[in-house]
């Protein structure tokens, strides 16, 4: 009898373990040990190298700058050369003469060269406003490019924390599985001393089972939330890393107006519709131009020679020069229609900007509302984790001493479990709402 009172003593005395200290450890080996943690930076850092379409929208701004160049071409002179050379050689020719040389039926060698320019002159103010559509358009392709870039941010942003959510409710079915497994073995203990019940030992093996098939799964999404991460970064879905544990969004410290006004200054989507706008009110005044006269000054200068062989050469050389119109009196209304087509799509042009800018102003006070309840939410969350292990250490505690029963352990163990859990998911959805913040005030993380 001293032998089983001795030995359920030393069973209560045994350390409970400790989740946080767990966790603190696990997470300082990989500071310490693992060179392979990748950080949220890095993370956008590659993306931004290796992802097909920011290439492709630098290769657009590229574009619009040589559409720049061509059309400030079209007011400068255009020089052209043109040379040629020929041979006439009469089968069956007579002997060379003054007349048959003339009427071309001799041996001769003709070259000809010839130097002109081309210098527009008035277009009806259609160039200058083509330059400036061209100038706008290389703007449209820069914004283009900042809104793919930070679509891309706030992709990347979210797959790294959906990956570290992943991870740390792995470990957090770690953690539940060890007090688990320590609290089968106290229940074997029990039995074995003759002071506890086989159907404790049952239901403490149940719970042990339902929390390794919790692992298991949190496990498989960790590793498809990597194979994900990877893929969204442009790389090779098995390339291995470590997360960085202590990732976090910074906070933006913002008050509803300042954040409405920033979102409406910045927000690559509606700089993009006001630069079409731009553009196509440019389109309508080049239309309205359409029946301006258009003039072109040209000059020529030539030089030719025929050498006849075995006679004389002739030389020829010429230069001409003068300017032309062409006014387009009467098309059949088709520049007026033209006009009023590209007038019709300014007005759609402002329709949109106004439909996005209440989109954004919703979009903006409906995330700050959410990054409220998120903080509110950690704030209950981590007050409910602290209540849950207190309960959980108490409910060992009773049962160990004969004055509680098994199912309050479990219940205990389930509701640290799922409140370690619901702490996970606040700050998760805290950091999402953070990066959609970011996205949607059109600012970089």
């Known amino acids: 009898m001293k032998k089983i009172i001795i030995s359920f003593l030393s069973v209560i005395l045994l350390p409970i373990p400790s989740y946080s200290n767990e966790v603190n450890k696990t997470t300082t080996t990989d500071k310490v040990v693992n060179t392979n943690i990748l950080t949220l930076f890095q993370a956008?850092?590659?993306?931004?190298?290796n992802i097909y379409s920011l290439k492709q929208s630098n290769e657009k701004i590229k574009t619009a700058k040589y559409q720049i160049t061509?059309?400030?071409?079209?007011?400068?002179?255009?020089?052209?050369?043109n040379t040629s050379y020929s041979r006439q050689d009469?089968?069956?020719?007579?002997?060379?003469?003054?007349?048959?040389?003339?009427?071309?039926?001799?041996?001769?060698?003709?070259?000809?060269?010839?130097?002109g320019i081309n210098q527009l002159l008035f277009s009806g103010f259609k160039v200058l406003d083509t330059i400036k559509l061209a100038n706008v358009n290389s703007e449209l392709a820069q914004e283009s490019y900042r809104q793919t870039r930070q679509d891309l941010v706030n992709s990347i942003s979210t797959s790294y924390f959906n990956s570290l959510k992943a991870y740390q409710l792995v470990q957090v079915s770690k953690s539940i599985m060890k007090n688990a497994e320590d609290?089968?073995?106290?229940?074997?203990?029990?039995?074995?001393?003759?002071v506890g019940i086989k159907f404790d030992v049952i239901r403490a093996n149940n719970q042990l089972v339902n929390v390794q098939m919790q692992l298991s799964q949190a496990l498989n999404s960790y590793e498809k939330a990597k194979k994900a991460l990877n893929l969204a970064m442009g790389r090779n879905i098995d390339q291995p890393f470590e997360l960085n544990p202590e990732a976090k969004i910074p906070q933006i410290n913002i008050d509803d107006i300042k954040a409405i006004k920033d979102a409406l200054d910045n927000r690559s989507e509606l700089k993009q519709l006001?630069?079409?706008?731009?553009?196509?009110?440019?389109t309508?005044?080049?239309?309205?131009?359409?029946?301006?006269?258009?003039?072109?000054?040209?000059?020529?200068?030539?030089?030719?020679?025929?050498a006849i062989v075995n006679s004389n050469a002739i030389n020829n050389q010429d230069f001409s020069y003068g300017i032309s119109m062409n006014w387009p009196i009467f098309d059949g209304l088709a520049t007026y229609a033209k006009v009023q087509k590209a007038q019709s799509v300014v007005i759609q042009d402002q329709v949109q900007i106004d439909q996005?800018?209440?989109?954004?102003?919703?979009?903006?006070?409906?995330?700050?509302?959410?990054?409220?309840?998120?903080?509110e939410r950690i704030v209950l969350a981590k007050s409910s984790v602290n209540l849950s292990e207190e309960a959980l250490k108490l409910s060992e505690i009773r049962y160990q001493n004969g004055v509680g029963i098994n199912l309050d352990v479990l219940d205990a163990?389930?509701?640290?479990?799922?409140s370690k859990s619901n702490l996970i998911n606040a700050e998760f959805d805290l950091n999402i709402s953070r990066i959609r913040l970011y996205r949607a005030l059109g600012i970089d993380v």
């Open 356 to 375: 996005l800018q209440q989109n954004i102003i919703l979009e903006v006070k409906q995330i700050l509302l959410d990054m409220k309840e998120n903080t």
């Open 274 to 282: 006001k630069v079409k706008k731009q553009m196509d009110e440019l």
């Open 413 to 418: 163990q389930n509701n640290l479990n799922q």
């Open 44 to 49: 956008i850092d590659i993306a931004i190298q």
């Open 183 to 194: 609290h089968l073995e106290f229940t074997k203990k029990l039995e074995k001393a003759g």
């Open 70 to 81: 061509e059309t400030l071409a079209t007011i400068m002179p255009q020089v052209n050369i």
């Open 284 to 306: 309508t005044t080049i239309n309205s131009q359409g029946n301006w006269p258009t003039v072109t000054a040209s000059g020529s200068y030539g030089i030719s020679d025929i």
């Open 90 to 115: 009469p089968i069956g020719a007579n002997k060379a003469n003054a007349v048959n040389s003339f009427a071309n039926t001799q041996k001769s060698n003709n070259f000809n060269n010839k130097i």
